[in-house]
């Protein structure tokens, strides 16, 4: 809640005009509770994992033509079954595990220094902190996934988020409800370190919850923007690691791929790619026709 009750109050608090969404946000956030506020985490991540994945169904049933050479796994066609089971299975962990957690860790966000208050940052500072727990939580989900792939965690934890070789959106966030826990440090690690404002936290949560769907979309389109973005694995990146299967050591990042590369962790998936070049370029200089990315695919060439 803000301390100001009249944008009278605020202005003179700031010596200066509100901007436009300083007024936005006062005018909204005035009358309600920082704990209010914090919870809308829960609506955006059910909006989230509800809305987002139907973006990829949606390209497959209406232009599967058009699309279906940009598949990663072409082989492998889920049914409509068994995408609603993975569905209702993500909203069970998120009722009972997602929802009450964030009911209940708004004393830890509190304490770190998440703030409501006015004045809002500005754009640059947004980008600079997002950065910041981007990079934060990759390295610490990095090291978190490899323990995960150790016999004990693979086997009572991890086995589960596995189930789908051939990942589709809705698998990003199906889990085993300790893996929802644990994996939540890396999230919390980046705003603790460099606290902000509570808009930007709300965009690093939504934020970070879209590269996952993202990534096990099972698709590698030219056309995503987040190609762009310096060592960024993608949605090919990651599938070659649920495609090598449950007793993988290979691609444990979860969005920057540097960790692989320094600590070795990438070399089968690095491999694999030179093998199905060279097996495209020997199949054009013969003349024959190659489709896309794996039509000759991952599943023709297994490494690890």
């Known amino acids: 809640m803000l301390p100001h009750a009249t944008v009278q109050e605020a202005e003179t608090a700031l010596g200066r005009s509100l901007t436009t969404a300083e007024a936005i946000w006062f005018n909204y956030s005035a009358a309600k509770s920082d ?7 829960i609506l955006f991540l059910f909006v989230i994992f509800s809305a987002l994945p139907l973006y990829y169904i949606f390209l497959e049933i209406f232009f ?17 079954s068994e995408v609603f089971r993975c569905y209702k299975s993500v909203m069970r962990m998120f009722f009972l595990v997602v929802g009450p957690l964030q009911l209940v860790s708004y004393p830890s966000i509190k304490m770190i220094g998440i703030r409501t208050s006015l004045p809002l940052p500005s754009l640059w500072e947004i980008i600079a902190q997002l950065g910041v727990y981007f990079i934060v939580e990759d390295y610490l989900n990095y090291w978190i996934h490899r ?9 009572r934890i991890h086995k589960v988020h596995r189930e789908y070789t051939a990942p589709i959106g809705f698998a990003a966030p199906y889990a085993h409800w300790a893996e929802i826990l644990i994996l ?9 370190f460099v606290p ?3 808009i930007t936290f709300w965009l690093w949560i939504g934020l970070r919850q879209i ?49 692989d590369y320094l600590y070795g962790t990438a070399k089968g998936y ?28 991952a599943q023709d060439v297994k490494v690890d």
């Open 184 to 192: 939540g440090i890396p999230s919390f690690m980046g705003p603790a």
């Open 270 to 297: 690095r491999y694999q790619k030179k093998v199905l070049q060279q097996l495209r370029a020997g199949l054009k200089s013969n003349g024959e026709q190659i489709g896309v990315l794996h039509n000759i695919s």
């Open 211 to 259: 590269e996952a769907i993202e990534t096990h979309c099972g698709y590698d389109f030219p056309w995503t923007p987040t190609r762009y973005i310096p060592f960024y694995g993608g949605p090919d990146y990651h599938d070659y690691h649920h495609y090598v299967g449950g007793k993988s050591q290979s691609n444990f990042a979860s969005v920057f791929t540097y960790c």
């Open 64 to 80: 599967m033509d058009s699309i279906k050479s940009y598949k990663i796994q072409p082989k492998v066609k889920l049914s409509v």
């Open 35 to 41: 704990y209010f506020l914090y919870c809308h985490n």
């Open 196 to 198: 902000g404002h509570m």
């Open 147 to 155: 323990f995960l792939h150790c016999k004990w965690g693979y086997e």
